[in-house]
């Protein structure tokens, strides 16, 4: 598997690019700002992107997928909640995803959790033992809820359910936020205060 985590734009956002060295088909996940900088990977690579995925509808998540989409033709997919503001970008290809989700790229499978609470249409994509977590989860922080579309309980639900995961699990953040790009199910249940929190007391007064 070829698994490139891609720092992009002025906002410290992460972009991903996924590609199955066999057949050579390639997702982008949030493709944004530079756009330039995933395509010139993807070709050192030799993959051609065929989708694109996107954790959540924020502008600074999506702002390239228009463009991604003309460059390579691929099919967008967006939770459900999410459509309406995807076909507005003047994109027609897009698939619907939610919970339970499996998308193949050639022949690796992602497997999609809808974890809103930053915004409504916020999921998370697991491949093999990488999370990626959107702006649901970023090391040692987690996405804010007072933005429209926000719900405090919902991402404390969200938080609570990654916390069951393998403790080995990668964990991909939407933005480099943390100490590192990158971490672990085991290193946010240790040292993220969102995550240490035992109760959704606790995790509101915090958050
Ligand atoms: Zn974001």
Not at 125 to 142: A, H, Q, R, S, Y
Not at 154 to 178: A, M, T
Request: proline share 3%; glycine share 8%; with cysteine.
């Amino acid at each position: 598997m070829i698994f490139e985590q891609i720092a992009v734009g002025q906002m410290q956002n992460f972009s991903y690019l996924i590609g199955d060295e066999e057949s050579k088909e390639a997702a982008v996940v949030d493709p944004a700002w530079e756009n330039d900088k995933i395509l010139s990977i993807a070709k050192k690579h030799d993959l051609d992107i065929k989708m694109i995925l996107v954790t959540h509808t924020d502008y600074d998540h999506i702002s390239g997928v228009k463009d991604m989409v003309n460059a390579t033709d691929a099919t967008v997919y967006a939770h459900k909640e999410g459509e309406e503001g995807i076909k507005n970008l003047g994109i027609s290809k897009i698939q619907a995803i939610d919970e339970g989700s499996e998308i193949d790229i050639g022949k690796l499978k992602v497997k999609v959790l809808y974890t809103p609470g930053h915004n409504p249409t916020q999921c998370c994509f697991l491949l093999d033992n990488k999370l990626i977590t959107g702006d649901t989860l970023f090391v040692e922080g987690c996405g804010r809820v007072d933005m429209p579309g926000g719900d405090i309980k919902k991402q404390w639900e969200s938080l609570q359910r990654l916390k069951k995961l393998d403790e080995n699990i990668g964990v991909y953040p939407g933005h480099d936020y943390g100490s590192m790009p990158n971490s672990t199910i085991k290193h946010e249940k240790e040292n993220n205060p969102y995550m240490r929190c035992d109760s959704f007391e606790e995790f509101s007064t915090i958050r």
